[in-house]
């Protein structure tokens, strides 16, 4: 598995959902997150995203909605090196504790990706 798009750069999505009625203190601990990563020296992006449905008429398929509302996050780091200093940070393990009763997954989905071409 390629975990890298481009000389040893790493990219995913995360995801997770919120329980009901929880969605905004889990939007409350991703932006205070997104601060600290963004900081990151190896960080290239952190984007957090709440999932929307499709908009009428776009013709797009969804799947079952979600107990509560859906989250994403980009993420980018520029090598291997610097993905393993984000994940041995200790603010994402505080992150993480906080964050795991409010989902309704056993912590975030991880999805590795890279550009084709």
């Known amino acids: 598995m390629s975990w890298s798009s481009d000389e040893g750069r790493v990219e995913l999505t995360a995801r997770f959902t919120a329980l009901p009625g929880r969605e905004e203190e889990v939007a409350h601990l991703l932006l205070a997150l ?13 984007e957090p995203y709440r999932v929307e449905p499709a908009p009428p008429g776009s013709g797009a ?11 994403v996050v980009q993420e980018a ?7 393993a200093e984000h994940l041995a940070a200790e603010y ?3 992150f993480n504790a906080a964050l795991g009763p409010l989902i309704v997954e056993d912590g975030s ?3 590795f990706i890279a550009p084709i071409g």
């Open 61 to 71: 398929t969804a799947g079952p909605e979600p107990a509560g509302a859906g989250f």
């Open 92 to 94: 994402g393990a505080e």
């Open 77 to 83: 780091y520029r090598s291997h090196e610097a993905f």
């Open 34 to 46: 997104t601060a600290k990563v963004r900081a990151e020296p190896g960080c290239l992006a952190f």
């Open 109 to 111: 989905v991880l999805t």
